[in-house]
Nanobody, 126 residues
């Protein structure tokens, strides 16, 4: 069955960095649109970044220039490198897959993704 398992979250001070990982199994990771989303306290889940099967990324405006999404097809693993972290980046971060779609829709809408991980918490203190 499809599994997405996130790791790498933690607590950092503002300006610090974290690297999130998402281990994928049970589907063709290489040919699937993948995304990272986050949900802070009291707010709706929002898209952070996405990556097509060809490796082309897309980002939410709030993280452009600070976050980098990448993937290792040999390891079936998705990554999110987060630099220059801000307190407003504090959230639970989720990995998601849009099975059956190799090229992501551009707008990072949660309903476009049909499989989700359990999330990993990121806390940024000022």
């Amino acid at each position: 069955q499809v599994q997405l398992v996130e790791s790498g979250g933690g607590s950092v001070q503002a300006g610090g960095s974290l690297r999130l990982s998402c281990a994928a199994s049970g589907f063709s990771f290489t040919d699937t649109c993948m995304g990272w989303f986050r949900q802070g306290p009291g707010i709706e889940r929002e898209g952070v970044a996405r990556i097509n099967r060809d490796g082309r990324p897309g980002y939410a405006d709030s993280v452009k220039g600070r976050f980098t999404i990448s993937k290792d097809n040999a390891k079936n693993t998705l990554y999110l490198q987060m630099n220059s972290l801000k307190p407003e980046d504090t959230a639970m971060y989720f990995c998601a897959a849009d099975l059956g779609r190799p090229y992501c829709y551009p707008d990072l809408r949660t309903y476009e993704y049909n499989y989700w991980g359990q999330g990993t918490q990121v806390t940024v203190s000022s």
